[in-house]
């Protein structure tokens, strides 16, 4: 089971040019979750669900993984393994830098799943709601995100990674969304120790027993640095 177990949120993909969520320009500041991000938004709007999630693709091909992606994917391969990233973003910049032992949690913007059936396949063009799924026939293809109110996935793994790993660590998240928002205090309780990297103090900030404050660019390889000398791997 891993080691360390880190959560990435959309403030590890702010320093590549992507937009987080929550800040005062944020995605849930220019868009209402109701109209983009739910299941009753898919079927009362679908063309302005697939359009906010074909807006995201477009500005994630021009964007490229940055220093703190680089350096995570770089440490996972110093203890193969031993390394679980759980990350809440839909993008592939964990995958670009070469991150391997990586679970998407809230899915990804460059599948589409059936609206029925389980079928899911890559697709990295522009989406429309009349895309007939390919296995069941009946279905819809849709964004293969989680929306609010919809099962994350890997649930099961990911809370028994919780229950061994000895260091949990949150890199560029607000602390606001639950499960993941809970992963630290859970990882606690079954006696990890919890480590912070963040622009600023999120909601949970209470759950970490330490705090790398500033751009994640800059403090993920401050953080590694430490890390490797709590593994004896510096
Ligand atoms: N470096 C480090 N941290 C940063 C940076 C940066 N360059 N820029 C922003 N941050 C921090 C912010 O301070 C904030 O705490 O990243 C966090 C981003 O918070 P959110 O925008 O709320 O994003 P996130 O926590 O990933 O949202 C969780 O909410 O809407 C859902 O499914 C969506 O996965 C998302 C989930």
């Not at 440490?75 to 031993?82: K, Q, V, Y």
């Not at 391997?100 to 389980?118: M, N, Y």
């Not at 793994?157 to 919780?162: G, H």
Request: with cysteine.
């Amino acid at each position: 089971m891993p080691e360390v177990v880190i959560l990435t949120g959309a403030g590890i993909s702010a320093e590549s040019g992507l937009e987080t969520f929550r800040s005062e320009d944020g995605l849930w500041a220019q868009h209402r979750i109701e109209d983009v991000c739910t299941p009753e938004a898919l079927s009362r709007n679908p063309a302005l669900v697939h359009e906010f999630y074909n807006k995201r693709r477009a500005a994630l091909a021009g964007v490229a993984p940055n220093a703190a992606h680089l350096a995570l994917a770089e440490f996972a391969a110093e203890i193969p393994g031993d390394l679980l990233v759980i990350t809440q973003n839909v993008d592939d910049l964990h995958e670009r830098a070469g991150q391997t032992g990586l679970l998407h949690i809230h899915g990804e913007l460059l599948s589409l799943k059936c609206s029925r059936c389980d079928h899911r396949q890559r697709f990295p063009g522009d989406s429309t709601p009349d895309i007939p799924c390919p296995d069941c026939g009946t279905g819809r293809l849709r964004p293969d995100i989680v929306f609010f109110g919809e099962m994350p996935c890997f649930m099961e793994q990911i809370q028994s990674a919780l229950s061994d790993c000895s260091l949990f660590i949150a890199i560029g998240t607000s602390g606001n969304v639950y499960p993941a928002a809970g992963f630290a205090e859970l990882a606690r309780h079954y006696g990890a120790e919890s480590w912070l990297v963040n622009l600023d103090p999120p909601e949970n900030h209470r759950d970490f027993q330490r705090f790398f404050q500033g751009r994640a660019g800059e403090q993920v390889p401050e953080m590694l640095r430490a890390l490797r000398q709590k593994l004896g791997t510096a």
